[in-house]
């Protein structure tokens, strides 16, 4: 009938679809949390004790939000990354070998560049970020040139990747550190040279290093950057409809490229802080990255590709990471972390994906409606 | 299709007191009508008139709130397209369900239950149900390759295998071209008469209603306001009840409104040899050139698939020719180079608004905003109060209908979709403006709106290019009138004293 009408109730239908979303990811965060304790239960542990035992390890024990601050930074840096490549439509998940590629690149100026000028720092995480951006470039440039799908060559890259970390590890000319007269050789960096680490922070005998304030700006910046410039309003038109940015002049090599360069780089930055904030006591391994770039892409998609919502989903995830190494003290099986937050990740799909089918329908119905 | 005739002593469908309403609108309200067997029964409104809502309510997709609906003197409820097959209705909607990936057979055969999958017999059975009716058309082509008007043939063929007594079509002809209507015709003509069937045609296009149907019911806000046989009335009669007032009807009075820039405006757009091959080696434009001058409205016609498509794509970037040179205003454009020919003041109205014409995912404010960053923006930092001031301004221009400019697109009507894409192309004040099916899906008072901004875009100096497989379009706005066929053009002839047998013959490529 009369078009104000029919505006009218599109918006309305607008402001209850947001009501009703809030609501279904209230209800399936309590549904994940019910299911999560039955498992508990099930396994024979008491699902208080293993609450208590992951607050305790994540926020309440002495020193433990710092160690929880310390894992958000890497895991925030990730998703960041990662929220840029999905505006764009490029769908990155190649993070974890981006993020190995960067530690490594890191690691042959921060380990093995024994001065105390605080620039290799510089130049050690910076080196990182180019690592990790040509990792992800490589996928690019073979989709922008042999149109081979993203999705496949960034996580073939990932094998690669840690293929290449272990390498590394084999040669004392390279990374490996060879401890003269020691037969069993551990596989590892020497450790960062001293003044080449991240700063730390302290407040309330709580540390964590540099990287945590930077990966927060990190957030900040790019959440302004994607919504507030044309580079990200451009990349938006990109990643929803091509055809129409094709015709307003957003060429998808140039901006797609940039779009996975910035994620591959954020991913590579994040490893290389890893290393110089003192993860695995400085030194870096073939098994370095331990799940933090799929972590971060997950946090990217449980934070709906937002940069500010993903600050307190990576508090989250940092938090059960951290909270896990204190269940198997309290006799549960660490393991079951994983399973919740499995539970967690899937609870929170659902609602989005059910207003996204919603909307879906009725833009069909919407279609046939009009006689 | 057994039995039926005309002789039988009920009517094949009666509706009575239909009545249906969403919140406080009454899509039906009380409406009460009759189709007979070996008859076709045309349904004619404008958009929201109710036609489709009634249909819906008839094939089970929609309950209605009151009223009866008898088949062949029988009251049946129907609760769902499943049951409304089995009582022998059948409906081709407007948009197809086809998968494109899938050949013509496997569309066919695609909602069957049956455990096993039957190749050559569904193969036999499109040719079969072909046959008959005429519906000539590949069992084993892929969907994707097929024109509009053969994906609406395989649409047709799913549903008459399943023989209906009763054939429901929504808009059928909006996609098809002249011909292919002609042809669609002729098919429901074969249904009726051969097959003693009912048919009930749903359009807002009076030539189509005037042309094809036996009956007329018109419908208007939701309640049946005029009904009569077909050979009883005008076009002028089906009009007014249909709008409720006197509209400008498409006629040559149009040619009195054109500005003097006959011929002596300067060179728009000129496009020298293009020639477009597809990716398979098809050449999909042949050498064409064409020129358009500033203020003159050129109307390319031509059946459907004949190349218009890829004409609008190489004018908006979309394309890269593989000879020959576009060049605006005098100077060369890069084909097929991202943004380029927006740069050089080519505006687009795409056939299709959702795939190049906007971003349904973004706000109104930030989809008339997409080829004008520059103007919104300092420095690469977005100007978002400037942005929402200029997206105010041409909704309150254009009379665009929606509640915020900070309203995604989605919410908007298609025809608010339409004007926001109108608005954004003419804000940029291009040289050549390139409408192509604009007013396809419209109603009558968005066409005559599209028209209007059409000319006055002419008047001010713009170049206009009108893509449109309606001829009744072109003769009404365009100057100049030039055929594609295959892919080049094939004839020009200004619109004056237009020999309609020779337009038909070089629309049909045999001039």
Known sequence: MSVVLRSAIGRLKFGRDQSELALLYVACLIGALLVSMLLIEVNGSSWTRALNALVDGAFQNSGRWGETLRRTAPLLIVAVGSVVATKAGIINIGQEGQLLVGAMGGAFILTLVQSGNPLMLVLGITLGAAAGALWAGLAGTLWYWRRIPIVLSTLLLVYLASQMAAFTLTRGELLLNVVPGEPNRLLQSAAVASGSRLGIIEVFGNQFPLSVPFALAMALGFGWLLSRTTWGFRLKILGLNPRTAQRAGVSDVRYGMSAILVSGATAGMAGAMMLAGGESQYKFSSGFSSSV????????????????????????????????????????????VDVVRALLVVALFIPPAISDLRRKRRALTSLTERT | MVGGGAQASSPAVSLKSITKSYGTLRACDDVSMVFEAGRIHGILGQNGAGKSTLMKILIGLVTPESGEIHIAGERVQVTSPQQAAELGIGMVHQHFSLVDALTVWENVVLGDRSSRLDADRARALVAEIGGRYGLGIDPDARVSSLTAGQRQRVEIVKCLRRNPRVLIFDEPTSVLTMEESEQLFAVLRHVVRDEGGTVALVSHRLEEVLKATDDVVIMRDGRVVAEMPTSGTSPDKLARAMVGRDVRLRTSDAHHMRSGAESGGNVALRLAGVTVMSRRGGTELDGLSLTVRAGEIVGVAGAEGNGQ????????????????????????????SAGAMAAAGIGVVPEDRHDSGCVLDMTVAENLALTSLDRVSSRGALDIPAMRESAEQLIAQFDVSCPSPDVPMWTLSGGNQQRVVLARELSLRPKVLVAAQPTRGLDVSAIEYMGDRLREAANDGVGVLLISSELDEILHLADRIIVMFKGAIVGELPNEAVDMAHLGMLIGGAA
């Open chain 1, 293 to 336: 770039g799929w972590d971060g892409l997950l946090v990217a998609l449980v934070a709906r590709n937002s940069p500010l919502l993903a600050v307190p989903v990576a508090v989250v995830f940092a938090a059960l990471r951290s909270g896990s190494t204190f269940l198997s003290v309290a006799g549960i099986e660490a393991v079951l």
């Open chain 2, 309 to 336: 498509r890829v004409l609008a794509d190489v004018l908006s970037s979309l394309r890269k020719v593989t000879s020959g040179t576009v060049e605006v205003g005098g100077a060369a454009v890069k084909t097929g």
